[in-house]
């Protein structure tokens, strides 16, 4: 698997977007700031929240325009899980989720780098692209907390 590059210049982002037909735009550039700062799969909502910190005057609807065309240009993709609100998450590298029944956190879970293909049994004539495995359990912090 050929990993990606860990960190993307603003060019390269400004390329990126270019390339799926979308304008860059400050608004976009600082969102996506937002998300590589703290990578900790924040909601829409949350981002919103720290994108007005550096940008008071950016809106939600904004926010969620930035989201897509991050998402459509393959810097970010979003992390479903069930009910909850959508999450994103700007690590590109190939990774799994693991999410906290407890406090509903999503972490990365990286790929043992040589484990065998396939991780799970394919049923013939399906082709699998992208492995994303969910583990759901405790997060360190709330299996701590239980014990006590
Ligand atoms: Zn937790
Ligand atoms: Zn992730």
Redesign the pocket.
Same mark, same amino acid.
């Given at each position: 698997m050929k990993k990606a590059a860990v960190e993307i210049s603003e060019t390269e982002l400004n390329q990126r977007l270019a390339r799926t037909g979308l304008r860059p735009t400050p608004q976009r550039q600082h969102v996506y700031e937002v998300l590589r700062e703290k990578k900790n !799969?924040p909601t829409a909502e949350e981002v919103f929240i720290r994108a007005k910190k550096g940008m008071p005057e950016i809106s939600m609807a904004t926010v969620y325009n930035c989201l897509d065309a991050l998402v459509s240009c393959g810097l970010v993709r979003q992390?479903d899980q069930g009910r909850a609100a959508t999450r994103y998450?700007s690590?590109m590298q190939a990774?799994h !989720?693991f999410y906290c029944d407890e406090c509903g956190g999503?972490y990365?879970i990286d790929l043992l780098p040589n484990a065998p293909k396939p991780y799970v049994p394919i049923p013939r004539g399906f082709q699998p692209a992208r492995y994303e495995i969910t583990i759901r359990g405790l997060c360190p912090d709330c299996a701590n907390a239980r014990r006590k």
């Amino acid at each position: 698997m050929k990993k990606a590059a860990v960190e993307i210049s603003e060019t390269e982002l400004n390329q990126r977007l270019a390339r799926t037909g979308l304008r860059p735009t400050p608004q976009r550039q600082h969102v996506y700031e937002v998300l590589r700062e703290k990578k900790n !799969h924040p909601t829409a909502e949350e981002v919103f929240i720290r994108a007005k910190k550096g940008m008071p005057e950016i809106s939600m609807a904004t926010v969620y325009n930035c989201l897509d065309a991050l998402v459509s240009c393959g810097l970010v993709r979003q992390v479903d899980q069930g009910r909850a609100a959508t999450r994103y998450c700007s690590n590109m590298q190939a990774h799994h !989720h693991f999410y906290c029944d407890e406090c509903g956190g999503a972490y990365d879970i990286d790929l043992l780098p040589n484990a065998p293909k396939p991780y799970v049994p394919i049923p013939r004539g399906f082709q699998p692209a992208r492995y994303e495995i969910t583990i759901r359990g405790l997060c360190p912090d709330c299996a701590n907390a239980r014990r006590k």
